[in-house]
């Protein structure tokens, strides 16, 4: 299976997964990885949708680095597959984006570190932290590949905060806008 998927042969993991081989859990290399997550580093989407519409839960199972499939896609620059494991991921994408491995990288460091600007837009979008730091205390446009990558990833983290503070500017005058109901009667007390 885990030959299959790195090497995009998504036929072979179809007819495997049929045959029960990832029940009654997905299953694993000496790195602790799954197929999906070699699928998805490897860019191959029709792999990844096959084993994802199987088991959405190998979304989030992690390597021996801390890593997922998510992390995984992020670092190789593969935006579409990027999208289709966070429409899939339980729990949201918010929290998938925010994870981060044993040495506190996240999918927004992995792809601003290989300047993936696609992936950085999606994984902003999907709510990524700008602001966490790894364990050398490194936020992930001080890991940017290229002035460029930066340069795109602070101008995407202004554009969030602003659209983040127009929401919060609506939902402060909707609550303002209430009415209050005096009854007659209190009027002649």
């Not at 029940?23 to 602790?32: F, G, I, S, T, V």
């Not at 940017?144 to 554009?159: D, H, M, P, R």
Request: one cysteine or more; glycine letters at 8%; charged letters at 20%.
């Amino acid at each position: 299976m885990h030959l299959a998927a790195s090497l995009g042969h998504h036929e072979v993991c179809e007819v495997l997964i049929k045959l029960g081989h990832e029940d009654p859990c997905p299953a694993l290399n000496e790195n602790h990885q799954t197929a999906l997550m070699l699928a998805a580093a490897g860019g191959h989407t029709e792999a990844v949708q096959i084993i994802v519409e199987h088991d959405r839960t190998c979304i989030l199972r992690r390597d021996v680095r801390g890593r997922d499939a998510v992390m995984e896609a992020s670092l190789n620059g593969h935006d579409t597959i990027l999208q289709l494991l966070l429409t899939y991921v339980p729990g949201g994408p918010y929290e998938a984006v925010r994870r981060a491995d044993i040495e506190g990288n996240t999918a927004l460091h992995f792809a601003s570190g290989n300047g993936n600007l696609l992936v950085l837009r999606t994984l902003l979008a999907a709510g990524a932290d700008i602001h966490k730091r790894n364990i050398w205390s490194w936020t992930p446009a001080a890991y940017s590949a290229t002035v460029q990558a930066e340069v795109y990833l602070k101008g995407l983290v202004n554009e969030v905060g602003k659209r983040q503070q127009q929401q919060r500017e609506i939902e402060t005058a909707k609550k303002g806008g209430g009415v209050r109901v005096v009854d007659s009667a209190s009027d002649e007390e």
